[in-house]
């Protein structure tokens, strides 16, 4: 395969011409059938260098994932991942490449729905912890109880009183958590305003995206700003040494998925794993919580040289 587009027209019907229709491949496609030799019933397609990169490096990482599952496996290690950041900021499909080949057995995807009636009289924390991890098990919160730090005050699902109790409240629970040896990653995806309203226009369009869409989406771009301040609140309260935060730059999705898969296994001690230097994340992707806050410091008063 050639560098080159990762689409190819194919056209159907008695009229060609105006039936052409745009064919995405499958990711992981390309690598797979890299070495396939032309012959009869084959086709040849263009493939952008960039991408056949990007898939070698993902099987790479994925294959890593799974030596840390055999190793959790077998010593008993819980590992808890957070996935926060704006509507179509990259979370879910950051996490659908982090658990394709992992065993399911042991890999939990967490994606609560809004709570019920009696949740919504519970301790607000509560409802989260059933879905803790046991020994051996990967937990990945795609959302979590931070919904309370951005969207809830954002959008008046809670009270002004309840946002701030929250905030002193989260570093302590969290502290629980890590002091009875969960090992908890707290991730924000950082996308910019350009590329969510490009991301919302392509879900729009997109039947096999449109289940992604809400009304609370709708929203997200009129209300930017008003999430830039929740963020920076949240930063401020619950970037802490045992429960720090990690910034995700995800304008470029590929970048972003790497990056964070790359971060995530650096920090865990596993048999055979990789040399450090293979698994070290770009800095221009992967941000400090600390040096995010300083970010935000310096151009709060400036929204449009404010990451997402």
Same mark, same amino acid.
């Given at each position: 395969?050639?560098?080159?587009?990762?689409?190819?027209? /194919?056209?159907?019907?008695?009229?060609?011409?105006?039936?052409?229709?745009?064919?995405?491949?499958?990711?992981?496609?390309? %690598?797979?059938?890299?070495?396939? #030799?032309?012959?009869?019933?084959?086709?040849?397609?263009?493939?952008?260098?960039?991408? %056949?990169?990007?898939?070698?490096?993902?099987? #790479? %990482?994925?294959?890593?994932?799974?030596?840390?599952?055999?190793?959790?496996?077998?010593?008993?290690?819980?590992?808890?991942?957070?996935?926060?950041?704006?509507?179509?900021?990259?979370?879910?499909?950051?996490?659908?490449?982090?658990?394709?080949?992992?065993?399911?057995?042991?890999?939990?995807?967490?994606?609560?729905?809004? &709570?019920?009636?009696?949740?919504?009289?519970?301790?607000?924390?509560?409802?989260?912890?059933?879905?803790?991890?046991?020994?051996?098990?990967?937990?990945?919160?795609?959302?979590?109880?931070?919904?309370?730090?951005? *969207?809830? &005050?954002?959008?008046?699902?809670?009270?002004?009183?309840?946002?701030?109790?929250?905030?002193?409240?989260?570093?302590?629970?969290?502290?629980?958590?890590?002091?009875?040896?969960?090992?908890?990653? /707290?991730? =924000?995806?950082?996308?910019?305003?350009?590329?969510?309203?490009?991301?919302?226009?392509?879900?729009?369009?997109?039947?096999?995206?449109?289940?992604?869409?809400?009304?609370?989406?709708?929203?997200?771009?009129?209300?930017?700003?008003?999430?830039?301040?929740?963020?920076?609140?949240?930063?401020?309260?619950?970037?802490?040494?045992?429960?720090?935060?990690?910034?995700?730059?995800?304008?470029?999705? #590929? /970048?972003?998925?790497?990056?964070?898969?790359? =971060?995530?296994?650096?920090?865990?001690?596993?048999? #055979?794993?990789? &040399?450090?230097?293979?698994?070290?994340?770009? &800095?221009?992707? *992967?941000?400090?919580?600390?040096?995010?806050?300083?970010?935000?410091?310096?151009?709060?008063?400036?929204?449009?040289?404010?990451?997402?």
């Amino acid at each position: 395969m050639a560098a080159g587009n990762t689409a190819h027209k /194919k056209k159907t019907g008695d009229n060609a011409a105006n039936n052409a229709v745009s064919i995405e491949l499958l990711e992981g496609s390309s %690598l797979k059938y890299k070495k396939v #030799k032309p012959g009869r019933g084959t086709r040849k397609l263009w493939i952008k260098t960039t991408h %056949l990169q990007y898939e070698i490096e993902l099987k #790479k %990482l994925q294959i890593e994932l799974m030596k840390l599952q055999k190793h959790m496996q077998a010593t008993g290690m819980r590992v808890l991942a957070i996935f926060e950041g704006r509507d179509a900021a990259g979370k879910g499909g950051t996490i659908k490449r982090i658990t394709a080949f992992l065993n399911p057995r042991l890999t939990k995807v967490i994606a609560l729905a809004r &709570p019920s009636d009696t949740e919504m009289t519970q301790w607000y924390f509560q409802r989260y912890v059933p879905h803790l991890p046991a020994a051996g098990e990967l937990v990945l919160f795609d959302r979590s109880w931070y919904n309370r730090a951005m *969207v809830e &005050p954002v959008m008046n699902f809670c009270t002004d009183e309840q946002h701030k109790r929250f905030l002193k409240d989260v570093s302590l629970f969290e502290e629980m958590l890590v002091k009875d040896g969960i090992k908890l990653f /707290k991730f =924000y995806f950082s996308v910019s305003k350009a590329e969510q309203a490009k991301r919302f226009a392509a879900r729009a369009t997109d039947p096999l995206k449109q289940y992604k869409l809400s009304p609370v989406d709708t929203l997200a771009q009129k209300l930017w700003d008003k999430y830039s301040v929740k963020k920076f609140q949240m930063l401020n309260e619950s970037n802490r040494t045992l429960s720090p935060w990690t910034i995700i730059r995800s304008d470029n999705k #590929k /970048k972003a998925r790497t990056n964070c898969m790359k =971060y995530l296994l650096s920090r865990l001690e596993y048999e #055979k794993k990789l &040399p450090a230097a293979e698994l070290r994340p770009d &800095p221009s992707i *992967v941000v400090s919580g600390i040096d995010e806050i300083k970010h935000m410091e310096q151009n709060l008063f400036s929204p449009k040289t404010l990451h997402g």
